[in-house]
């Protein structure tokens, strides 16, 4: 039982996802949570520029400072354990968990995927791979999901969806954009104000 979960993002890339969240807390929608430490495994990360600018502690935890991979991990598990973490969410963060960590924080973290699980998901399947994936195959909507993180790479329970139109002449570029403005950066503050409140 948490009052206020205390909430990570973990990131990779651009963060505009994080973005989105920072916003939506600044303007009152997570009350049930706040954003207290953003963790990224690539120094350099645009999503760290994010973080500084709102105030939001950060840290690097990147393979390049760990003898393997399950060092880097247990890094981060020590440090989520040591900013007493009670919420994850994974917004563009590109490293595959182990069962290991997921264990830990069992039903404790979210991912957000560009598209409709099952559809266009699982290992390999991040980017723009996956509008590439979604114009190959041709389907008309496409969309974003946000679900709870186990093992098998997103394979979680399914907490949110939102569906989003595919246009002719779409690029994967073009649809990117589109998933992420009209689901993506809806979605995940509304998921994540949920989960929170179902913590507390
Ligand atoms: C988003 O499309 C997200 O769904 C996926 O990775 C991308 C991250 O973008 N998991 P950003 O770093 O939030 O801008």
Known sequence: MVECARIAVLVSGGGTNLQALIDAQG???????????????????????????????????????YADAQAQEEALIA??????????????????????????????IINIHPSLIPSFCGEGMYGLKVHEAALAAGVKLTGATVHFVNEIPDGGEIIAQKAVEVREGDTPEVLQQRVMEEAEWILLPRAVEAVASSLA
């Open 27 to 65: 303007r009152g929608e997570i009350p049930h949570g706040e954003i207290v430490l953003v963790v990224s495994n690539r120094r350099g990360a645009y999503a760290l520029e994010r973080a500084s600018e709102a105030g939001i502690e950060s840290a690097v935890v990147s393979r390049a400072d």
């Open 79 to 108: 440090l989520l354990e040591e900013r007493e973490i009670d919420l994850i969410v994974l917004a563009g963060f590109l490293l595959i968990l182990s069962e290991r960590f997921t264990k830990r924080f069992e039903g404790r």
